[in-house]
């Protein structure tokens, strides 16, 4: 029979052998993962049944939260890599203009980079690639901000740009190591990407106003998104100030909500960027359906559709519309070629461009006839505009290409009476073409108004005005 005092040692030996199966258990976890934080749990060193089950749940929901920040990192990972390869495909569709769809190709392959390098490292450390990690991070947003900017139609310069910041920031980083230590630098990090953050969403706040007038609500949307960034950034800088590197290991909350964050950004962005990118394609198509590729003018169809639009506004003011005609252009042609037809075209679009008042539409409807459409005036003020752009016309001249002879033209214009709907454009039309039609009969460079009894010439022109 075992005695009491035998019992109770026994007792105790098997509990020492337990507690040592969970500190073997909890020293190859820390090995796999990298992780000494385990230690900040402060497990008592205490033998009962409660304590070593307490011990294994604990170890056992690190594991948990470890391996769900993992997954959602490689996630990130993989979704950033995968549009990498999109944008870059996209951006080789693109004849000229690529739209920044090649930076930010370049953008999502850096930051794909620096988490693919934290995995590997497993926790804060000081080490190459850590340096490399830290770079690559603050890189990212760097070329999204360029690519943004060459999506708007500047042109900036990529890898010139990023070859300074990562050998500055790379110094940058040995300093505050070797003068602050660790914790100092992941701090900079952190408040670093806050600062670029705020900058990009005050960035796009005022684009909204100026430069992406006609993307007001995808700009608000962007502004949201990364300003939750910048606010992120801003917490986990407070937090590495306050609670040192122990507020970044993987399994902290607040690192899982940050990845959250990011995978979903990753998940929601790209395919915004890609809207961004095929609306302002369309954008494109329908501008360039809707304009002369010569003059850049309006054509007919242009014409028609801004009409549309102008009069199904409220309270809109009738408008007169100027049909003119390039005199003897057939001539012109003959004599010097069509290379130099359209240079006289091109001249007499400009001409027409800069007669005309800011509102006013302008278009070229035709081999060398154009039309100018007049809002909010009275008969005397299109009669000043067509004798303005008549005698401009007729006193400008163009230079020949290859001899240095100036080419003198003139054009004849009829102006419709006032019309104040889309319906009326087409009796507006036939009117002014009545109306130029006998200004030609009469002699050319002439400007004849619909319903008037007499033709108004070069030389009575003001006194027509006057009697009027």
């Known amino acids: 029979m075992i005695r009491p005092e035998a019992a109770?040692?026994?007792l105790q030996c098997a509990q020492w052998l337990d507690d040592l199966k969970i500190v073997r258990f909890v020293r190859r976890f820390e090995v796999e993962f990298d992780l000494a934080q385990v230690r900040h749990y402060n497990w008592p060193r205490s033998s009962s049944p409660s304590d070593v089950s307490q011990r294994r749940n604990s170890a056992s929901s690190l594991n948990v939260h470890i391996m769900v920040a993992t997954t959602l990192v490689a996630m990130l990972c993989a979704h950033l890599l995968c549009f990498s390869g999109m944008f870059l495909l996209i951006s080789r569709r693109l004849p000229g203009n690529k739209m920044g769809m090649d930076f930010f190709a370049v953008g999502n392959l850096l930051l794909a980079s620096a988490y693919i390098l934290q995995l590997v490292e497993g926790g804060p450390t000081w080490s190459v690639m850590s340096v490399a990690?830290?770079?690559?991070t603050l890189a990212a947003p760097i070329v999204y901000w360029l690519g943004a900017m060459r999506f708007f139609g500047r042109q900036v310069?990529?890898?010139r740009s990023l070859i300074l910041f990562a050998v500055t920031y790379g110094l940058a980083q040995l300093l505050v190591q070797w003068n602050a230590g660790p914790a100092a630098r992941y701090a900079m990090l952190a408040a670093v990407a806050t600062m670029l953050f705020f900058a990009m969403t005050i960035t796009v706040i005022y684009g909204v106003r100026t430069f992406a007038k006609d993307l007001h609500g995808e700009m608000i949307f962007f502004a949201l998104l990364i300003g939750g960034i910048c606010v992120l950034n801003a917490l986990?800088?407070?937090k590495i100030v306050d609670d040192g590197l122990d507020a970044l290991h993987m399994d902290s909350?607040?690192?899982?909500?940050?990845y959250i964050y990011m995978s979903t950004l990753a998940?929601?962005?790209?395919?915004s960027i890609v809207w961004l990118v095929l609306r302002r394609l369309t954008d494109n198509l329908r501008n360039m359906a809707a304009h002369d590729p010569m003059t850049d003018l309006l054509n007919r169809r242009g014409l028609l559709e801004?009409?549309?639009?102008y009069f199904n506004a409220r309270n809109t003011a009738p408008a007169y519309l100027l049909l003119m005609d390039i005199d003897h252009f057939k001539v012109i042609n003959d004599t010097y070629g069509h290379q130099e037809g359209d240079e006289v075209i091109c001249h007499v679009a400009d001409l027409l461009r800069s007669a005309v008042r800011h509102g006013d539409l302008t278009a070229r409807i035709g081999g060398e006839e154009f039309v100018a459409i007049c809002f909010e005036t009275d008969g005397e003020g299109v009669m000043r505009l067509a004798e303005r752009l008549r005698a401009s016309v007729e006193s400008q001249a163009t230079k020949v290409a290859g001899s240095g002879h100036l080419l003198h033209c003139t054009v004849s214009i009829g102006i419709s009476s006032y019309f104040s709907g889309a319906h009326g454009q087409e009796d507006a039309f036939r009117q002014a073409d009545s109306a130029l039609y006998r200004a030609k009969a009469a002699g050319r460079n002439r400007i004849e108004l619909?319903?008037?009894?007499?033709s108004i010439s070069a030389e009575n022109t003001k006194l027509a005005i006057v009697n009027r």
């Open 267 to 271: 998940t929601i962005v790209p395919p």
């Open 157 to 159: 310069r990529l890898w």
């Open 8 to 10: 109770a040692n026994l």
């Open 253 to 258: 909350r607040f690192q899982m909500t940050f």
């Open 236 to 238: 986990k800088f407070m």
């Open 306 to 309: 801004a009409l549309q639009l």
């Open 133 to 136: 990690n830290h770079i690559l």
């Open 450 to 454: 619909t319903n008037i009894s007499h």
